[in-house]
């Protein structure tokens, strides 16, 4: 699992139909300080995220391990909305409500 921010949705009118009905989020990966690790990533949203949420994603094999994604052509899952991050003893993020 990997931290991320989602940053926006990715719309495809036309799509496999394995995926068709769900939603495509675009995933900046970041390390547990929030800050961007590497180029973002396009995943399916398994949780209910939305823009500005800090989350947990997988990729490969394991994005096919959710209801959503099972046997669908899936590299990345959004699986987990994350509350907050505690780090050596101090919180280092918390969501706002």
Do not use: H
Request: net charge negative; glycine share 10%; aromatic share 4%.
């Amino acid at each position: 699992m990997e931290f991320g921010i989602i940053t926006g949705n990715v719309v495809c009118t036309v799509k496999d139909e394995k995926i068709q009905g769900r939603k495509l989020l675009l995933v900046q990966p970041v390390d547990d300080n929030l800050k961007p690790t590497s180029a973002p990533q396009v995943g399916i949203d398994s949780v209910g995220a939305g823009e500005g949420e800090v989350v947990l994603f997988v990729k490969g094999s394991s994005a096919r391990m959710t209801d959503a994604t099972e046997n669908r052509p899936v590299d990345c899952t959004v699986m987990g909305i994350v509350d907050y991050i505690e780090k050596e003893g101090k919180v280092i993020f918390r969501k706002t409500k």
